[in-house]
């Protein structure tokens, strides 16, 4: 079993930066690839990005690919999401999860284990 702790959301001017973190508990963490998804009101929850147990392979959405950065620091049991350039339609509650049988993927039913959530709120 994993249990996964997001933090690091909260409101920030259109243009701002964040730092979300994903903090696992569970000693098998470093094995498992780790997505970001996110879900604003009234719409379904969306892939983000992802990254493989080593933290070499990474997959982002075409939305966020060059504003945001995947990383993971497997000794802490933390990944992180670093989201730069913020947008107002970046207003999302933040999720991440984990798969222990896939490579890092968008689709969310491979992932096993999700974490609370933590709202972004970005202002115009």
């Known amino acids: 079993q994993v249990q996964l702790v997001e933090s690091g959301g909260g409101l920030v001017q259109a243009g701002g930066s964040l730092r979300l973190s994903c903090a696992a508990s569970?000693?098998?963490?470093?094995?498992?690839?780790v997505g970001w998804f996110r879900q604003a009101p009234g719409k379904e929850r969306e892939f983000v990005a992802a990254?493989?147990?080593?933290?070499?392979?990474?997959y982002y959405a075409d939305s966020v690919k060059g504003r945001f950065t995947i990383s993971r620091d497997n000794a802490k049991n933390t990944v992180y999401l670093q989201m730069n350039s913020l947008k107002s339609e970046d207003t999302a509650v933040y999720y991440c999860?984990?798969?222990?049988?896939?490579?890092?993927?968008?689709?969310?039913?491979?992932?096993?284990?999700w974490g609370q959530g933590t709202q972004v709120t970005v202002s115009s």
């Open positions: 999860a984990t798969d222990s049988t896939h490579p890092p993927s968008s689709r969310y039913g491979e992932y096993d284990y």
């Open positions: 569970g000693r098998t963490f470093s094995t498992y690839a």
């Open positions: 990254i493989g147990w080593g933290g070499a392979v990474t």
